[in-house]
């Protein structure tokens, strides 16, 4: 049987995106819940959110950030998956949800992902990278591997069993909480091979020198904080990782045989 969905999206005036993440969602052959936490928009985030009648619940307060937004999305959600998508996220198709609604309908699997593409934020026809994800194995992580967090669907009984986003990890909750998930917990998880989520290209850890340096430190901490030891390369292979993303899969071959050797030796 196919498990029911909610879907949580952080919003703050995010009224230039909104509308290609709630169409996405709107659009899906499988029904999902669909919860909307605003951080107390004053454009017309909150407009658009109100014209959609396939949103369930919305929320509109100050908050302290994205992933305490995250938070009260899962204390709302009722469905048995649960899956973020950003506000200026977009689902890849109609049906990426019956996707996921069908692996998870194997009653062992207690998460699942996929890959995403990185779109030009005002065409979002134009490809700007590809993450590939590739199927997990607990070596992945000591290589500098994640799987891309809005293509990650994980079951509400895991988050009430090992907990929400710690947000003493700032731009690495997301980070911290699949390494607890996946390494620590050892949870069932599928790897879905097909692009899920389109995503705007841009982001704080990655964009200057010094947001680097702070979030490698975040991602540093995200091991500790569960008790578990990296490699002294682990957190500098991380960014190395995306370098693929920009490349053609035939050009990045070399690439990721590097870190298919990186994965395999740890």
Excluded at 88 to 101: E, I, P, Q, S
Excluded at 211 to 231: E, H, I, P, S, T
Aim: with cysteine; net charge positive.
């Amino acid at each position: 049987m196919k498990p029911t969905v909610s879907i949580i999206t952080a919003t703050y005036n995010s009224a230039a995106t909104i509308r290609d993440c709630l169409d996405s969602v709107s659009s899906q052959y499988v029904q999902a819940e669909h919860i909307i936490i605003d951080g107390g928009s004053t454009d017309g985030t909150l407009n658009a959110v109100c014209s959609c009648p396939h949103i369930a619940k919305i929320i509109s307060e100050k908050d302290h950030g994205i992933y305490d937004a995250m938070n009260k999305g899962l204390e709302l959600a009722t469905g048995e998956v649960v899956g973020i998508l950003n506000s200026d996220d977009f689902y890849a198709g109609n049906d990426t949800l019956t996707k996921v609604a069908e692996t998870f309908a194997d009653a062992k699997v207690d998460a699942c992902y996929g890959d995403l593409l990185y779109v030009d934020p005002l065409d979002t026809t134009k490809i700007v990278r590809k993450w590939v994800s590739g199927a997990y194995h607990e070596r992945c992580f000591y290589g500098g591997w994640m799987p891309p967090h809005p293509t990650f669907f994980v079951r509400r009984s895991v988050y009430e069993r090992y907990g929400r986003f710690d947000l003493n990890l700032g731009s690495a909750a997301d980070y911290e909480l699949m390494l607890r998930f996946l390494l620590k917990h050892k949870i069932r998880t599928a790897y879905i091979p097909e692009v899920l989520v389109k995503m705007r290209a841009g982001g704080i850890s990655g964009a200057s020198l010094k947001n680097r340096l702070v979030a490698n430190q975040m991602d540093r901490k995200a091991w500790k904080v569960n008790g578990l030891k990296c490699f002294p390369w682990t957190t500098y292979l991380k960014p190395l990782r995306k370098i693929g993303q920009f490349l053609p899969v035939d050009r990045c071959a070399p690439l990721r045989s590097v870190t298919g050797f990186v994965d395999l030796i740890t």
